[in-house]
């Protein structure tokens, strides 16, 4: 099964993996599972590090390289595809990185693994919920 991280997955696998439920932790451990994350994820930890609301004890970019070397990351790609389904991407709030998400996980035909309550009710949306 391909899955995509939401970008507090992603974050809280390595910072605080105490809030994965077991389920989703199981799944992201298994070997059959491809695991994937798009470029918006990036770039939310960025804005997280700017704003102060986390700090790494290394640069930005070690870290992530060490996550995705650790995680055996793939990259999800934003593509004309994904940028053309934005389209269809509506949600119920404005939040422009989850709108990514989704647009990227039904272009790619991924599971997003995710605990936001506003895109586990995401129609037409492939999810793993972390609860």
């Known amino acids: ?30 070997a059959n599972n491809g695991l994937w994350l798009s470029p918006v994820s990036i770039w939310e930890l960025s804005l997280l590090v700017e704003k102060k609301r986390l700090d790494f004890r290394q640069e930005l970019h070690l870290w992530v390289a060490e996550s995705a070397r650790d995680l055996h990351l793939k990259e999800a790609p934003f593509t004309w595809e994904v940028a053309y389904e934005l389209r269809f991407a509506i949600l119920d ?39």
Do not use: F
């Not at 507090?8 to 809030?19: A, S, T, V």
């Open 93 to 131: 709030h404005g939040d422009s990185a989850d709108r990514i998400l989704v647009a990227t996980a039904r272009t790619y035909d991924m599971m997003l693994v995710t605990a936001d309550d506003k895109l586990l009710r995401t129609r037409d949306l492939k999810v793993l919920p972390n609860a």
């Open 1 to 30: 099964m391909n899955l995509l991280l939401d970008t507090h997955i992603w974050i809280w696998n390595d910072l605080q993996p105490d809030k994965l439920s077991s389920q989703v932790a199981k799944e992201l451990a298994s």
